[in-house]
C-alpha cells in the first residue's frame, strides 16, 4: 500500500464545515470524531476506504465490527441488489426473514428461536425487556466498563474513573450521560469483571430483584481479554439458582466463531444478542435464545407479554444481505482470520519488545486491542489508561491514520475474511515507523 500521494484533506475540511451547520458538533456518531476533523469515506472496497480526498486506508474499524467480509463484497452486493430490485421493505414477512433466522439458529443449540430488530442497541434493550417480563423483576447486572448501546441501564459505569469507580469488590453505579434518572443507578447493579467471587456475591445479594445479568464474552472496553472459565461457571451458576436471565451479548464476539463465542467457549446462557457480522453491513440486531423465555413475544394466544416491532425490522434488504454474510463466514474463514489475528498480534508484541515500548496487545481470534502500558490486563481498572498513557495511545493513533490505517479511538481493531497476511505486516511496519513519537512520549 502506497503513502498518500498528498496531504490534502480540503475536501473533508469542507464536509466538516457543512456538517457543523446542521449537526450538532457536525456528526450523529460521537465515536467518528478525531481532531480537527475525521476523513469523510467517499468508497469502500475489500480492505479499504478510500476518503473525499482520495487518500486510501488499511480499514481495520470495519464499522465498528460489523464488517467480516470487508466492504462492497460481490456475493453480498449482488444478493442486495437482487432484492432490492423485488421491493426494499413491506408491510409483510418474507422469505428472507426465515432463511437468515434458520442460517443463524441452525449454528447454536442454545439459539432456539430468534426476533430480528434493526441495531445492536435494540437487541439488548429488548432482551433485557424480556428477561423483565418472563420473571417480573427489575433491576440489570452488567460489569463495569462493558458496552452493550445506547439504553438507560446499560450505560451505567461504561466510563467511570479512580475518582468515581467505588471498591473494586462491588463497583459504584456510575452514570454516563447527564439526566440519567437516578432510580436507573439504583435499578443497574455493576459487576467487577475479574471477580468470579464478588460477582456471585453481587447476584446474590440482589437475587430477589434482578431480571437479568448480562456479559460479553471478551468486552472490548473492558480490555479485549476473555472471560475466565471461572467467571463463566459462576455466572451461570448463580442466574439457574435464582431464576435470572443470564443474557449473553455476542453483537461483537460473534465473529470469533462459527457459532460465536458462546459455542467456542461452550457457555450456554438464556439469551443471546446479536448483529453487525449476521447483517452483512445493513442495520440489523436479533434476540435469540430459549424457547420459553422468547414466548414473551408470541402473538399467537392473544396479547404478548412484550409487544415488539419496528417499521423496518427483518426488512427484505437486510435479510438478504445478512444471509451472504453468514454463507461467507464458514469454519474455514473463521479458522483464516484466527490465523490473520495471531499473525497481528505475534507481530505487534515483537514490535513492543524490540522498541522497549510500555505497550501490549490483546483480543483473539479475528480481533485485537493495543493498551499503552504493560500492566497484567483481567478487566476494566487493570485496563485504565493514566492521562499520560491515553496522550500515547492517541499519538499511535494518529501516526496510524496519517499513514494510511484506520483503527478505533481506543486503537482496537477487527480483522475481514478478504485481508492477507501482506496487508497484516504492513499495519505491523507502520506501527514500528511511530517509535521516535512514542520514545518521547515515554521520556516525558
Request: hydrophobic share 45%; net charge negative.
Amino acid at each position: 500500500m502506497e503513502p498518500f500521494a498528498h496531504n490534502s484533506r480540503a475536501a473533508s475540511a469542507a464536509l466538516y464545515e457543512r456538517a457543523l451547520a446542521v449537526m450538532p458538533g457536525g456528526s450523529t456518531r460521537a465515536t467518528l470524531f478525531t481532531p480537527p476533523f475525521p476523513p469523510y469515506a467517499a468508497l469502500g472496497v475489500g480492505s479499504r476506504i478510500v476518503d473525499a480526498d482520495g487518500h486510501a486506508y488499511l480499514d481495520l474499524v470495519n464499522n465498528f465490527f460489523s464488517q467480516v467480509h470487508g466492504h462492497a463484497h460481490p456475493h453480498i452486493v449482488a444478493a442486495v441488489q437482487s432484492q432490492a430490485a423485488r421491493g426494499l421493505s413491506f408491510g409483510l414477512p418474507t422469505e428472507s426473514e426465515v432463511k437468515l433466522a434458520e442460517e443463524v439458529c441452525r449454528r447454536s443449540p442454545v439459539l432456539e428461536t430468534i426476533r430480528f430488530c434493526n441495531s445492536g442497541s435494540e437487541a439488548v434493550m429488548i432482551a433485557i425487556k424480556a428477561a423483565r417480563a418472563f420473571t417480573g423483576r427489575a433491576k440489570v447486572a452488567k460489569f463495569e466498563g462493558a458496552y452493550h448501546g445506547a439504553y438507560d441501564h446499560v450505560e451505567v459505569s461504561l466510563d467511570s474513573d479512580p475518582t468515581n469507580w467505588g471498591p473494586a469488590e462491588a463497583p459504584a453505579s456510575v452514570a454516563y450521560v447527564a439526566g440519567t434518572p437516578e432510580r436507573v443507578l439504583e435499578e443497574t447493579v455493576v459487576l467487577p469483571f475479574d471477580d468470579p467471587d464478588a460477582c456471585a456475591a453481587l447476584i446474590d445479594r440482589h437475587a430477589s430483584e434482578l431480571a437479568v445479568v448480562l456479559v460479553d464474552l471478551m468486552p472490548s472496553r473492558v480490555g479485549m481479554v476473555p472471560a475466565s472459565a471461572e467467571l463463566l461457571r459462576v455466572l451461570r451458576e448463580a442466574t439457574a439458582r435464582n431464576g435470572i436471565v443470564l443474557v449473553c451479548d455476542e453483537i461483537v464476539s460473534f465473529r470469533l466463531g462459527w457459532g460465536g463465542a458462546h459455542v467456542q467457549r461452550d457457555f450456554a446462557p438464556d439469551l443471546v444478542t446479536l448483529g453487525k457480522v449476521i447483517g452483512g453491513g445493513q442495520p440489523i440486531g436479533a434476540v435469540a435464545g430459549r424457547a420459553d423465555i422468547m414466548g414473551v413475544f408470541d402473538v399467537t394466544r392473544g396479547r404478548p407479554r412484550l409487544s415488539h416491532g419496528g417499521t423496518f425490522t427483518a426488512n427484505p434488504v437486510t435479510m438478504a444481505a445478512g444471509l451472504a454474510s453468514m454463507q461467507l463466514l464458514t469454519h474455514e474463514a473463521v479458522a483464516r482470520l484466527e490465523a490473520l489475528g495471531e499473525r497481528l498480534r505475534g507481530g505487534l508484541t515483537e514490535v513492543f519488545a524490540r522498541q522497549g515500548w510500555e505497550m501490549q496487545v490483546t483480543g483473539a481470534g479475528s480481533m485485537f486491542r493495543v493498551h499503552p502500558h504493560r500492566r497484567k490486563v483481567t478487566g476494566y481498572r487493570s485496563a485504565h489508561p493514566r492521562p499520560e498513557e491515553k496522550a500515547r495511545l492517541g499519538l499511535l493513533r494518529a501516526h496510524l491514520q496519517a499513514n494510511g490505517v484506520l483503527v478505533t479511538p481506543n486503537v482496537s481493531g477487527a480483522l475481514t475474511t478478504v485481508m492477507t497476511e501482506a496487508e497484516i505486516d504492513f499495519f505491523v511496519q507502520v506501527v514500528a515507523g511511530c517509535s521516535d513519537q512514542v520514545a518521547e512520549t515515554k521520556a516525558a
